[in-house]
Structures are given as C-alpha cells and as structure tokens.
C-alpha cells in the first residue's frame, strides 16, 4: 500500500509519459471542464432540493 489514493495512481501512470505543451494544456482543460461540470450538477441539485430560484440569489445580493 503506497497511502495514495485510486486517482492518485491513475495519475502517476499518466504523467509518467512525457506530454508536449498542447497535450498538457488539453489534459488541464479536460479535468477543469470534468470537475467544473460535476460542480454545477451538484450546485443545480441543491437549488432544486432546497427550491432556490433567481429571487434567492437576488435576496441573498442584496443582503447586509
């Protein structure tokens, strides 16, 4: 047991391999848009359970 986790060493085996600065730039972008998208799902669950809308984001602006 190397104490890191699964994604861990998923990554180590990726960034064994050398990557040109394209492919690296393109990875980055990649896992950015793959967890910004899970961010915005979970956000979009929350507004639904707890039936936020656009008043509540404008009550919460304009809050003291």
Do not use: C, P
């Not at 896992?31 to 009550?59: P, Y």
């Amino acid at each position: 047991q190397s104490g890191l986790s699964n994604v861990q060493m998923e990554l180590m085996k990726l960034y064994s391999t050398n990557l040109n600065h394209n492919e690296l730039n393109e990875l980055k972008r990649l896992l950015a848009n793959h967890f910004s998208k899970k961010a915005v799902l979970e956000a979009d669950n929350i507004w639904e359970e707890q039936k936020m809308s656009a008043q509540t984001m404008e009550d919460w602006l304009n809050e003291n």
